[in-house]
């Protein structure tokens, strides 16, 4: 009898696929699902009725992915990756930020003044089992109405630790649940979408290390996979279960009190809810205006402070307010060069260097054919004491011969064109900056 109760335990122990998520969160077979188990539960000693070791489920996730722990390299209490000494590491960078920030401090720079380092989250999910409100829950309504209060979130309602989570019993992105535990009842209006959200290929925690406007860092997430847009969109639609009136494919009227008219957030682009946002924790500031938002309010989980992001994707293609490029000198090999031009800012950012001339460049043309690209940190190499009249000091590469050759600028704080297929790097313009142009300003020549 005893015998068969054991046999009956382990089939039920093992998923639909034996892919393992990462670590002990799922591909349970009957090697490895004894030890798998006694990670987490206790059959005869157990700490609450799930049998945890834990007295709870936030307390029982932190002992692995917290500020003291070593079972896992992501501690997502400081929102920082450290390689733990029960894990293999090699898919993140040691110290650096987690994509997701943290819950109680983030490795971010939400302003651009200096290279990311540990700040106090200013705003948050709260999975410890405190409540809240659910900013968005429920369905469209001529009723104010901002969300569902009062409401217990646990790590659990986001993530499945026994792993396995998709349709197929397949692994997914971070072992997100593909049937979310949100509040009920489900909300139809708009109508649900589909929660699923595909495990990466090669899985990466940590954004660029560097104060660098480049692919990769919180100022630039896209969450593509390669040139699909999928789980992008994915990730949308797993945010819409407890979010469900914030996500929209068009700027439409809804006829609801509250969520009116709503930002695209999904569709099929790579823009999606974390292309703004962070999953766990921010530590981006918000002044008067942005604490007059209302709903959320605050810092709102962004990843730049004052409603940044804003700005980091709207520099208009028509009226442009952002960098342009209007004088470049002449230089010899291995030479200094200076740009002159306008709304550079002064907290670094990149030169990209071009073949030739590029005359037809536009404000929303992708420049390709980079031939060099400089990063040229925050200081005295960028003048904006006017902010007509900006320059940027830096040395060519040496491997850059004699020719001619055209450059544009990408400032840190400007969404970057190489992650979204928009350009956001300088336009090329003198007097009224029109959008084509006969003559190329930015072109110079190296002897």
Known sequence: MMMGLVVALMLLLVPAAALADNG?????????????????????TAKNDMLLVQSDTY????????????GAQTNVIDGVYAEGVSDAGGQGTAGAGLLAGGFKNTVMNTDYSAAPASHGVTSKHTPDGSTGTVWGFGNFSATANVGTAGFALECTNCHNPHGNSGPNGEATYRILRSSVHAPTPTATSPSPASAYVADQATKK??????????LGNYFDQSYKEGTSNARAQAISGFCSACHSRHSSTSRTDTGDAVFTFRHTSSGTSSL????????????????????????SGGGAMLRLDD??????????????????????????????VTITGRMFTANGGRVRIYAGSTTNFTSTTVLTGILAEVSVPAGLSWTNTNPAANTVTFTLPSTLLAGSYSVSIVPNG??????????????IGVGSDALNLTTNPSLFTVQ
């Open 24 to 44: 002990p969160h799922g591909g349970y077979t009957a090697t490895n699902t004894p030890d798998g188990c006694a990670a987490c539960h206790r059959a005869h």
């Open 205 to 214: 925690y940590t954004v660029a290390a560097g104060n660098q406007n480049t």
């Open 59 to 70: 307390d029982l996730c932190t002992s692995c992915h917290g500020t003291a722990a070593a």
């Open 307 to 336: 409603r940044g992001v804003c700005a980091n994707c709207h520099v208009s293609s028509q009226d442009w307010n952002g960098p342009v490029v209007q004088a470049v000198s002449p230089a010899v090999v291995g030479g200094s």
């Open 414 to 427: 400007y969404r970057d064109a190489l992650g979204n297929g928009s350009s956001r790097q300088s336009k």
């Open 272 to 295: 999606n809810c974390v292309t703004c946002h962070v999953s766990h924790g921010s530590s981006a500031a918000a002044s008067d205006l942005s604490k007059s938002a209302g709903v």
